[in-house]
């Protein structure tokens, strides 16, 4: 056999054993906790690529996914997220498999399964390591975990120095022996192998279905009796004169449907009964805050739009809700700050960590330490137990699922300031068209008919003066602005467009609290926000 053909065979041997692999890894995650090896090298992986790839890749996926319309993104993008991780994992085994196929020598029988055994160590320990420095919240204790990634990888290495002496070193000598009947049983052995593997394979998926056990463990942790805030409260603009035209994405965002956007293919999962918030550094002493610690101060609760820098404009990646927590510059005086702190670094359980300058905190008490959206503790996926809200910035400089904060006397780059995004990442003016209401036209047949066209206008807490529209290239006209649910959410707006049949293309532009127009030059979401203008248009 040449090398050539090894080397496919080595690939396709690779694909045949990787791919239980990952089942049982999957089996194991769901039912006992322990690492998913696939999304645990992925998300070592985006936390080692440099910063311009990973901003092609978010890139990519947000323009994908709202080109082809598949979904709302945080949820597709995070499925896609998890669908490479396992491709990628498929293939990295395959990739093993041919170089292995084409480097090993059949000198001895019991030398081509060392080899196998050796090269599944290695590929273990690197692996463990690797899951490791991911591996935010193990379910499990850290040692069983890395045995059973370690043992898993060395059967791996084990049953590919099988099959390479089965189909190239035996092969070659029943080949040379028997002719056309010794390839026929090499044939047999990878038809046998294949079938092996896809009985495994759907084993280990029927025994990964269903919450696992440390999702089970999560949820009943986070589950509490009462309902959402807003299930039994109005809105405080509930009486604005001002109407959202039926369409327009939902002024307060139901939680299941608000974004979420992160550095990890599954969240974390953080018991309450086990965390606790470090503080250090700069202190006087260290500090050990508990949940309840952090709810026993005076709460506050602002209703709040949040948006993610990747957000493209128009985009789904932005959405407000009511948050609940603590003002972090009411909690500064019983820190013991010591005189030369400037700085606050926050770390979060999934490695991301974020630097906030103690100004910005003394100079507004709307700095918090939130710990509740909608009057329900936050959800593992937004971030619990605790995640921190900095008016008028970017999702990106707001860590989650936080664990520790230290007082320090400098600034320094924050997870993706690091990695080339902007420092500030201040939430750029934008505004959208989310409906034209062709079927809901005011006025009466044969008389003055008008169209009603709305969406939202956002510019973080500097607040939205004007919004206006324009109708194929024409003047601009004003906008009805709703009162907004306070000065930190987006504004809905509506125009009645008096109807004129035909084909029409509209686009909408905003103005800031004090008067400043919202940036109209287009330019991509990297590295400080996306801007432009929003057009759509519509046949009447």
Request: charged content about 20%; some cysteine; aromatic content about 10%.
């Amino acid at each position: 056999m040449t090398k050539g053909l090894r080397t496919w065979l080595g690939a396709l041997i690779g694909l045949i054993l990787t791919v239980p692999l990952t089942a049982l890894f999957y089996a194991a995650y769901r039912r006992e906790g322990l690492p998913f090896l696939p999304f645990n090298l992925f998300d070592w992986a985006t936390r080692h690529l440099p910063g311009k790839v990973l901003a092609f890749g978010i890139g990519a996926m947000v323009h994908t996914i709202g080109w082809l319309h598949l979904g709302d993104t945080a949820t597709t993008a995070k499925l896609a997220e998890q669908m490479m991780a396992v491709v990628g994992f498929v293939i990295a085994g395959m990739v093993v498999g041919a170089v292995f196929f084409a480097a090993v020598r059949p000198l001895q029988r019991s030398t081509i399964l060392l080899s196998g055994l050796v090269v599944g160590a290695v590929l273990g320990i690197a692996a463990v390591l690797a899951s490791r420095s991911a591996e935010f919240a193990p379910a499990g204790n850290a040692a069983g975990s890395a045995l059973w990634i370690l043992l898993a990888l060395i059967v791996w290495g084990l049953l590919l120095g099988l099959a390479y002496r089965r189909t190239v070193a035996d092969g070659r000598e029943e080949t040379a022996r028997f002719g056309a009947a010794g390839r026929s049983d090499r044939r047999r052995f990878v038809l046998e192998l294949s079938g092996a593997a896809a009985a495994i394979s759907i084993v280990g998926s029927i025994l990964g279905k269903g919450p696992g056990k440390g999702q089970e463990a999560q949820g009943e942790a986070n589950r509490l009796p009462e309902a959402a805030w807003s299930e039994s409260h109005t809105l405080p603009n509930a009486r604005a004169a001002v109407k959202p035209v039926p369409g327009t994405r939902a002024e307060f965002t139901p939680l299941a449907q608000h974004y979420r956007i992160d550095i990890n293919t599954t969240p974390p999962e953080v018991p309450e009964v086990s965390w606790r918030l470090q503080w250090s550094g700069l202190l006087e002493k260290p500090l050990v805050w508990t949940l309840d610690d952090i709810r026993s101060r005076p709460a506050m609760d602002q209703f709040i739009t949040l948006s993610c820098i990747s957000n493209e404009i128009g985009g789904d990646l932005i959405g407000t809700t009511r948050w609940t927590g603590a003002s972090l510059k009411q909690l500064l005086p019983e820190l013991g700050l010591l005189p030369n702190a400037t700085h606050l670094k926050i770390k979060s359980a999934d490695g991301f960590y974020e630097v906030v300058a103690l100004d910005t905190i003394r100079g507004d008490d709307r700095v918090m330490l939130a710990y509740a959206w909608d009057g329900l503790p936050l959800a593992a996926k937004h971030g619990f137990p605790l995640r921190i809200y900095i008016p008028d910035r970017y999702g990106m400089k707001q860590p989650k699922w936080i664990e520790s904060i230290e007082a320090m006397d400098h600034w320094e780059p924050g997870f993706w300031v690091s990695r080339g995004w902007d420092r500030e990442a201040r939430m750029r003016a934008t505004s959208a068209i989310d409906a034209i209401a062709t079927d809901m036209m005011i006025g009466q047949p044969g008389g003055d008919r008008r169209v009603p066209i709305g969406g939202f206008a956002h510019a973080g807490v500097r607040g939205i003066s004007k919004v206006e529209v324009q109708v194929d290239g024409g003047p601009w006209q004003a906008a009805e602005l709703r009162t907004p649910l306070s000065g930190q959410t987006w504004v809905m707006w509506r125009y009645d467009w008096p109807l004129q049949k035909g084909k029409h293309s509209f686009t909408v532009r905003c103005f800031e609290g004090d008067g400043t127009p919202q940036i109209t030059a287009e330019a991509s979401p990297e590295p400080s926000g996306a801007t432009g203008l929003y057009t759509r248009s519509a046949m009447f």
